[in-house]
């Protein structure tokens, strides 16, 4: 079964760093787009990055550009958001999906992890 899980959360001062991981099985790694999401208490989910190697392409959220960087690890059927310069309206649950690169870019993506927590303090 597909299975994604999210991990690397905490908390962090503004202007920190983060490095979450998210761990994917069930599936083949290569033919899917896998996207962060977050969601902050009292707000909309929110698309944060995305990945695509069958594209070879990387995809960010105005408001992280030039801050967060998204890769993958093949080997181990991981990917990463590497999130620096954080701020405290980066604090929320980001949670990590997988489906087509057009399902993943809608904010529709069909497999998703539990989350994890990411709080910034000022």
């Known amino acids: 079964e597909v299975q994604l899980q999210a991990s690397g959360g905490g908390l962090v001062q503004a202007g920190g760093s983060l490095r979450l991981s998210c761990a994917a099985s069930g599936f083949t790694f290569d033919d899917y787009t896998i996207g962060w999401f977050r969601q902050a208490p009292g707000t909309e989910r929110e698309g944060v990055s995305c990945i695509s190697n069958s594209y070879g392409i990387t995809h960010y959220a105005d408001s992280v550009k030039g801050r967060f960087t998204i890769s993958s690890d093949k080997a181990k059927n991981t990917v990463y958001l590497q999130m620096n310069s954080l701020r405290p309206e980066d604090t929320a649950v980001y949670y990590c999906?997988?489906?087509?690169?057009?399902?993943?870019?809608?904010?529709?993506?069909?497999?998703w992890g539990q989350g994890t927590q990411v709080t910034v303090s000022s």
């Open positions: 999906a997988a489906d087509t690169f057009r399902a993943v870019v809608s904010g529709r993506p069909n497999y």
